[in-house]
């Protein structure tokens, strides 16, 4: 295989308008390195590395391959230049095989192909790569963790000699990160490929990275090597002057005389019918986080549309306080239960109304000054406007207005206003999915503290969650769900990441 490339940009800048989303950024990546690249959501991260790639053209600053100035006109002109980008999302042709997406992705495929020159030509090519796949197999039938292998694969057959990684392990199993991560790790130490990977998991870049740069507001704002500087030294370059939440510590052992939620016999399928859920038994205490931990598609999200009242159960039972539970709205009030959905601005929001009228959905049918909630004549907007000011200061949303529509805030501050709506009144069960998906550092660490704060407040938590670092970190037990099923559970003080990353990947 041939050498590594080296990268460096020097005075990259990019606008868009007069806001600048890069500026004068200047790295270098020597050939055979392993570098990452830190930075809070909006920081220029994805920015700089599309003008890498040739989605943009900068405004000004340049790109050095190899020590020589290159002009990058657009992904194809990436590829000639040896340069390759596995994306956060699998671009591959789900119908067809592993070798037909390899084959249809080269610049000079013939318009009639031969399949047998051609595998032969992919198994001499297979024989030099670290992974094992099945290219005979449809994508379609592939597990996240060999689709990820898929586009690596990809990219090296199309003789990619850097390559940008874009949150690579955000799919797959502990256990799969590793060896990704450690084989592409074991070609740049060989000097065969350079890696540039995106991450917000500073375990991964402690374990994999040599170097690491971070940008802060499209500017750099520091760097170094992976091991002379520490983590919350990291999180200091990423965040500025801003100080990190820290995780509350847990206050009060879970209550075993208050189950507050309990799951039965539970079977449900999804609108499709095609992914079926059957939960034998599910408790959970009063002042207890449980964590449900498993590689998407797994069933995690047909038992939260289960407990938000999204789909009815076929058969079972769910309780709640020990009476039973719909997932209505009446009875989410009574039970002061609340639900916080993935991706809250599609699941929990009206993303055309305002802040203000998102976060009063709880409220605005109820007398504030009613002890009995019982309903409003008109409706209060001044009340709304001064409660929403109110959380807004308290959960530190950033917001142009309370007026300003929802969908026009960031990811960690529709998510902030959604959980001051949430968790404001008393809550009894908390049911959180994926609560950090795609959020920066700072929001991960508030979100985080809030979660903790609630069960400390009496409140029993379930936390679903395809992010195992979340799940260790948050829980006081773990129950790892696999096709439709609760198939393990460890106290979180006892867990094993390996054991419980084989049952997510369903070695049971």
């Known amino acids: 295989m041939s050498a590594a490339l080296s990268l460096e940009t020097v005075g990259m800048t990019k606008r868009f308008?007069?806001?600048?989303?890069?500026?004068?950024?200047?790295?270098?990546?020597?050939?055979?390195?392993?570098?990452?690249?830190?930075?809070?959501?909006?920081?220029?991260?994805?920015?700089?590395?599309?003008?890498?790639?040739?989605?943009?053209?900068p405004t000004a600053g340049s790109i050095l391959v190899d020590n020589r100035e290159v002009a990058i006109a657009g992904p194809k002109a990436a590829q000639a230049h040896g340069l390759g980008m596995v994306y956060q999302h699998f671009t591959l042709v789900l119908s067809l095989t592993g070798a037909e997406n390899l084959v249809i992705a080269r610049a000079d495929v013939p318009r009639l192909i031969d399949w047998a020159g051609e595998r032969a030509a992919l198994a001499a090519f297979m024989a030099g790569m670290p992974f094992r796949l099945d290219l005979d197999r449809p994508v379609a039938q592939l597990s996240a963790g060999e689709k990820q292998k898929l586009e690596i694969v990809k990219q090296l057959y199309l003789k990619a000699r850097f390559l940008i990684l874009d949150e690579p392990t955000s799919v797959l199993t502990p256990s799969e990160a590793e060896e990704v991560l450690g084989l592409l790790r074991g070609m740049a130490d060989a000097g065969a490929l350079t890696v540039l990977m995106i991450s917000h998991k500073f375990r991964e870049v402690e374990t994999f990275a040599r170097s690491f740069s971070v940008l802060r507001r499209g500017q750099l704002a520091g760097g170094g090597t992976v091991g002379a500087v520490s983590r919350d030294d990291m999180a200091a370059m990423m965040m500025g002057e801003r100080r990190v939440r820290t995780l509350a510590a847990r206050a009060g052992a879970p209550d075993p005389a208050r189950t507050m939620l309990q799951l039965e016999g539970l079977t449900a399928t999804d609108p499709s019918g095609l992914r079926r859920i059957a939960i034998e038994s599910l408790r959970i205490q009063a002042r207890e986080i449980v964590g449900i931990a498993g590689v998407s598609g797994n069933g995690q999200k047909e038992l939260a549309d289960v407990l938000g009242g999204q789909i009815r159960a076929m058969a079972g039972r769910v309780t709640v306080a020990g009476a039973p539970y719909a997932g209505t709205r009446a009875e989410s009030r009574a039970r002061r239960v609340r639900f916080i959905p993935e991706e809250p601005l599609r699941n929990a929001c009206a993303p055309l109304m305002s802040v203000a009228e998102n976060i009063g959905f709880r409220t605005f049918d109820r007398r504030r000054e009613d002890a009995a909630g019982r309903p409003a004549i008109w409706l209060d907007r001044g009340a709304m406007r001064r409660r929403a000011h109110d959380l807004i200061a308290r959960f530190g949303v950033k917001t142009a207005s309370a007026e300003a529509p929802i969908a026009t805030l960031s990811g960690g501050n529709v998510q902030r206003a959604?959980?001051?709506?949430?968790?404001?009144?008393?809550?009894?069960?908390?049911?959180?999915?994926?609560?950090?998906?795609?959020?920066?550092?700072a929001a991960v660490s508030d979100i985080r503290s809030r979660i903790v704060a609630a069960r400390n407040g009496g409140a029993a938590v379930l936390l679903i969650s395809e992010d195992l670092d979340e799940i260790l970190e948050l829980s006081d037990r773990i129950l790892v769900m696999s096709e439709g099923r609760l198939v393990y559970e460890t106290p979180a003080a006892e867990a094993e990441t390996a054991v419980i990353g084989r049952h997510m990947a369903g070695h049971h």
């Open 17 to 57: 308008g007069a806001f600048a989303a890069l500026d004068d950024v200047s790295i270098k990546i020597e050939g055979g390195g392993f570098h990452a690249l830190l930075g809070e959501n909006g920081a220029g991260k994805s920015t700089l590395v599309k003008c890498v790639m040739g989605f943009y053209a």
């Open 418 to 441: 959604v959980l001051a709506r949430e968790l404001t009144d008393p809550v009894d069960l908390l049911i959180v999915v994926n609560p950090c998906f795609g959020l920066d550092f």
